[in-house]
């Protein structure tokens, strides 16, 4: 089962903002090393590896997704002698941020180092990294033909690819088949918009005696949610093209998709047809794989874990991420991480050396053992990926959709704080549970969380003084 996306807005990751001023002072150094970041770097050659070297390599991935971790750093050595690569778990997402500012002030970078995607803005900001697309136009790489294209529009900015996708997820509908069939709806014909979903779920709610023994629909409050129904809207998250025409100076999720989401899952739950099980993503999994929730929103890193726990439960099946009515006209965003070379204080050898895994990792046949070993979608479209049709909705939907800035996602520098308000907002908005009422109304809510981040957005914007 591969690792969630960026599940959590800890606090660490706070930090985000607060110490980007510290990043961008390009703190080179260490010995040996060279060169500058950001536009200015180079791509060194082949020829920049004369002796054997061992580059660090920083990752996020645990438990069995660290093992497919290390298989691919064995199959790499196997063919590349001169180079080992030695990966180091820095802890998630969110720490692995704190670690490498921590790094950047102290000039101790690593030569490759995976970012989770809500954190692409601050890297490149940071003036500490080559650019992926130097590399590509050094080795004439054909990104085309080795990188889906909705998955690289998420890290291209302003035209050119600047990390290289590694693990990447997808959002879907679960559901609970027999639970659907049992109450005359059919799972092969799924719910596709909002609406839709809420009349499955007054239908797929059980009540007995007063008590409720299934309900129809649930969902963690969680901010990547109204990331995807904006982007399904075809709405951007933040202005300035998602913050691909510039810094973004605020965020959109106050009206339109955001509200529409919070007064239908409030709705639902008020009405007893839902289950408000909070912003912990695990309570919200565990409510569908015990079979008390018979439809529910998730990524395609859970996939894994559900299927072995609906053996002998209930039969699982998946459906495309809804739209927030019929007339939407976007599509979904991805999530996971990227992989970014480092370029200040290192040596050409170890950006070479960065590169050449890279390049390996991207491969159709390593993206093949990485997908079957973690559950990621193959970011390289040359990959055989699982045959299972429930992972396999996943990938026609990823490829049915034409790349927007809408679907490419918001660039914004305070992203983790950006998630972290929608989720503030659907909390004050979905009411505890039956009955109840909520706390602030979805619209005020969701716009109150809006104006959270407009401080933080300008402070992050005058430290990175563009």
């Not at 961008?24 to 090393?33: A, F, I, K």
């Not at 102290?106 to 490149?124: A, E, H, K």
């Not at 998946?318 to 939407?328: H, Q, V």
């Not at 503030?424 to 979805?442: M, T």
Request: aromatic share 8%; glycine share 10%.
């Amino acid at each position: 089962m591969a690792l969630p996306r960026s599940r959590r807005t800890r606090g660490g990751l706070l930090a985000v903002t607060a110490v980007l001023s510290l990043a961008l002072t390009g703190c080179g150094g260490g010995d040996g090393g060279s060169g500058e970041g950001g536009e200015a770097a180079t791509a060194p050659g082949p020829e920049a590896i004369t002796e054997p070297i061992e580059i660090e390599f920083w990752h996020s991935m645990k438990e069995k997704n660290e093992l497919a971790i290390k298989a691919l750093v064995d199959d790499f050595k196997k063919v590349n002698s001169k180079i080992t690569v030695k990966p180091v778990f820095k802890g998630e997402y969110d720490q692995m941020v704190v670690a490498y500012k921590q790094a950047v002030q102290q000039g101790t970078t690593p030569p490759l180092v995976q970012i989770y995607d809500i954190g692409s803005r601050f890297m490149y900001d940071s003036q500490q990294v080559v650019p992926m697309y130097k590399f590509i136009e050094k080795d004439k790489f054909d990104q085309n033909a080795n990188i889906e294209p909705n998955i690289a529009s998420y890290y291209t900015i302003k035209g050119k690819l600047w990390s290289m996708p590694f693990n990447s997820s997808a959002p879907l509908l679960y559901m609970n088949a027999d639970a659907v069939r049992k109450a005359g709806l059919d799972p092969d014909n799924p719910p596709t918009t909002l609406d839709e979903i809420g009349e499955w779920a007054k239908k797929l709610t059980v009540n007995e005696g007063g008590t409720v023994k299934q309900y129809g629909f649930n969902a963690a409050l969680y901010g990547w949610f109204v990331e995807q129904l904006m982007a399904q809207d075809n709405t951007e998250y933040c202005d300035n093209g998602n913050g691909r025409n510039g810094l973004a100076t605020k965020v959109n999720f106050g009206t339109g998709a955001g509200p529409k989401f919070a007064a239908w899952l409030a709705d639902l739950v008020k009405h007893g047809y839902a289950t408000n099980t909070g912003r912990p993503t695990d309570q919200a999994q565990a409510a569908f794989k015990t079979g008390t929730v018979a439809l529910h929103l998730e990524s395609t890193s859970t996939l894994g874990g559900y299927t072995e726990a609906a053996k002998g439960k209930f039969e699982l099946k998946t459906a495309p991420f809804p739209k927030p009515s019929a007339e939407s006209g976007g599509g979904t965003i991805i999530g996971g991480a990227s992989l970014w070379i480092n370029s200040v204080g290192h040596t050409d050898a170890e950006k070479r050396a960065a590169w050449e895994f890279v390049k390996f990792a991207n491969s159709p046949e390593e993206q093949a053992k990485w997908h079957a070993a973690t559950g990621y979608v193959p970011v390289n479209p040359q990959s055989k990926s699982n045959d299972d049709p429930n992972f396999q909705v996943a990938v026609t939907q990823l490829r049915a959709q034409q790349p927007s800035p809408a679907t490419a996602g918001c660039l914004l520098g305070v992203m983790p704080e950006a998630r972290k308000a929608a989720e503030v907002g659907l909390e004050q908005a979905v009411p505890a549970g039956a009955g109840q009422d909520a706390k602030v109304a979805a619209e005020q809510a969701m716009q109150n969380a809006a104006a959270t981040l407009q401080s933080p957005i300008q402070k992050y914007n005058a430290n990175v003084g563009q």
